[in-house]
């Protein structure tokens, strides 16, 4: 996406002292290349990883860390006044403890004070130290106030540990800061939310080389997950056979088969404010997989016998009426290829959930396309059309439904 030049958006980019400073210098050229203007920000020890003349010259703006350089234009103010995006990549232990606590002791610190615009933070650190409780009550700080911290992602560390604590990749960081500068101020009101997605397609094993699947390419699912990131919540995402790359700032569980999915899904439900089911999970399974491949010149095999699998949506609605979880909202998705509307409505009803996003397939429509064209059943009554376009602007239409159902709870 290239902006244009006059009213290009200002971003800060601060860069704090952690070793995956080098990979904030791919995410600043994908910033300038699609021509954003971009002020680095690096803290005094940031430049122990990255030199000034690097963040210069890729910026092609000067770069302070402290707060006495050109004091006459004031820019401990004007530089947190001026910005459409605060960036933090990476941000360390420490320098999310000082923005929690509102310290503000160099050029960083006292931008973040300053900016009114959207501020997203990407930490990166050791797993025991993103762990700690200290760290934790920062971050929960943080996003109390709507700013949007995203989870890290699980890795190789520096030195040869793995773990939580990676800087999600640079290409991912720069999808979420589009996201936010595209939805502007108070973009972040997923913030404090717990959301759990499912996506793409079950696969249900017939004999250990193949198995009964469909078509979904679990796009829509990661949109959902990604902009749910880009909007402040906790987001985890259940991802069964999937070629994506994991979206920034979402934990991913990868599953197989439906009951896998299951297991994942209720394992996580109770802890989520919202659950949106947008996976296709196979209504039936082979009713034994046999152990070894089926050959073609043994006995010819016996037709497949099919056995039910859960219906998991149906389960979490259950669940959640047991559980007397209120104020959770749950969000299914049905694929119809005729009589849209007609089964909607009966699949809503059936499933008891508040939201069924309806779209039809077949004829190169929905699946393993970039854009998808809906109608959102409530069960309110209301329907809702979502018009043909990315799949990233149906997510966005969805969580706000979901956002008007939460503030209801
Ligand atoms: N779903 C589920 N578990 C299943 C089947 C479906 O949780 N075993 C969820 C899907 O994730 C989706 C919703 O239910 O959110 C509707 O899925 P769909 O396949 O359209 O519904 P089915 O109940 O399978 O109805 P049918 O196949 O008869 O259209």
Not at 142 to 169: F, S, Y
Not at 171 to 177: K, N, Q
């Amino acid at each position: 996406m290239a902006v244009n030049r006059e009213d290009a958006p200002e971003v800060v980019l601060g860069v704090s002292a952690g070793i995956a400073a080098y990979k904030a210098c791919e995410l600043l050229r994908h910033f300038t290349e699609s021509g954003h203007r971009v002020r680095v920000v690096p803290t005094a020890d940031a430049l122990r990883f990255v030199g000034e003349p690097t963040w210069a010259a890729l910026s092609g703006r000067p770069v302070a860390t402290g707060v006495w350089d050109a004091v006459h234009e004031v820019p401990h103010v004007r530089i947190g006044q001026g910005a459409d995006l605060v960036f933090v990549a990476p941000a360390t232990a420490d320098l999310l403890a000082k923005a929690a606590h509102g310290l503000a002791d160099d050029l960083l610190t006292n931008t973040l004070l300053t900016a009114r615009c959207p501020v997203v933070f990407a930490p990166a650190m050791h797993t025991e130290m993103w762990e700690h409780p200290a760290t934790r009550a920062s971050v929960e700080t943080l996003r109390a106030r709507g700013a949007i911290v995203l989870e890290p992602a699980v890795g190789r560390l520096t030195g040869a540990d793995t773990g939580r604590g990676r800087l999600p990749d640079p290409e991912e960081l720069f999808a979420v800061a589009r996201r936010v500068l595209r939805r502007g101020d108070g973009g972040a009101d997923l913030a404090g939310r717990r959301v759990l997605v499912t996506a793409g397609g079950t696969r249900e094993a017939i004999d250990p080389v193949r198995y009964i699947g469909n078509r979904s390419s679990g796009r829509q699912g990661y949109a959902l997950a990604a902009t749910a990131a880009a909007r402040g919540a906790e987001v985890v995402l259940v991802s069964a056979n999937v070629s994506l790359p994991d979206p920034a700032g979402v934990e991913v569980r990868r599953v197989g088969s439906a009951r896998e999915m299951r297991e994942a899904v209720l394992a996580e439900r109770a802890k989520a404010d919202v659950v949106v089911m947008a996976a296709a999970v196979a209504d039936f399974r082979p009713a034994t997989s046999t152990g070894s491949k089926i050959k073609k010149d043994g006995d010819l095999p016996a037709p497949i016998e099919l056995a039910e699998n859960p219906d998991i949506l149906a389960e979490l609605t259950h669940e959640r009426a047991r559980d007397s979880l209120g104020e959770q909202v749950i969000v299914g998705f049905a694929a119809e290829t005729d009589r849209v509307l007609e089964n909607g409505r009966a699949k809503l009803a059936r499933k008891a959930c508040d939201l069924l996003v309806v779209n039809q397939v077949g004829e190169g429509r929905a699946f393993g396309t970039e854009d998808n064209q809906a109608v959102a059943l409530g069960a309110d009554g209301s329907a809702v059309e979502i018009p043909h376009g990315p799949k990233e602007d149906l997510a966005d239409r969805v969580w706000d439904l979901v956002g008007e159902r939460l503030a209801l709870g």
